[in-house]
């Protein structure tokens, strides 16, 4: 084998434990899954955590302020170009499908570039998507801590095209955290709306069954 295919291999043998193992530590189920019984650790996923921000109204806001509902955490930006509009479109239209089964949920709709992303300019983002979505903003460092809590990625990248001169390169899960705010589950923005409309409905079915 040549040495650039050589690098390359060990690049994708490298990626290819970096994930596992990152999935195996982060989601119990993987973890349950994959480990022999002596090797599993009891507890929950490591996603979530407390938080402090500002909703798109100006009003400071933590994690604790919505304890008791379901939320569905989403994080991008609002000059986001195609999977931001497309997540909370698909979010919304499930919450819609839903109905008053989904009364106790609330979206959240976090920002990676909070440069950009006043509480003014979430006001008028949301407001183009779902009655009940929640835009929150902070200071740089706010963000960062909440986007480590979700293990979430984010980088300003330059963009010529952009008139700020930049974009951003973000993750786009979408995270599902019970009423005491543990981590529940999370889904792509490539599900359908079907679909995330039936395995939300099943899941608050079994909060409420708590």
């Not at 929950?44 to 407390?50: C, D, F, H, N, W």
């Not at 400071?60 to 000059?79: A, N, Q, S, W």
């Amino acid at each position: 084998m040549s040495l650039p295919k050589l690098r390359i291999a060990l690049f994708v043998i490298t990626g290819l434990v970096l994930g596992g193992a990152l999935a195996i530590g982060v989601f119990p189920g993987v973890r349950e899954r994959l480990l022999p019984a002596k090797m599993r650790t009891m507890g929950r996923a490591l996603v979530g955590g407390p938080f402090s921000l500002i909703d798109h109204t100006g009003k400071r806001v933590t994690d604790k302020d919505f304890r008791g509902h379901t939320l569905i955490v989403m994080f991008g930006f609002t000059f986001c170009p195609d999977v931001c509009p497309t997540e909370l479109q698909l979010v919304s239209a499930a919450l819609d499908k839903l109905g008053a089964k989904a009364n106790d949920v609330v979206p959240l709709f976090i920002t990676v570039d909070p440069e950009r992303d006043t509480p003014a300019q979430l006001a008028t983002y949301v407001a183009s998507f779902h009655p009940r979505l929640v835009g929150l903003t902070g200071t740089p460092a706010e963000i960062a801590a909440v986007a480590k809590e979700y293990r979430v990625y984010f980088k300003k990248v330059a963009d010529p095209k952009s008139t700020a001169g930049y974009t951003m390169d973000h993750s786009a899960l979408i995270y599902v955290m019970g009423p005491d705010g543990s981590y529940q589950t999370h889904f792509t923005p490539g599900i359908s709306v079907d679909t995330l409309a039936n395995r939300l409905g099943k899941l608050l079915q079994a909060n409420h069954n708590l």
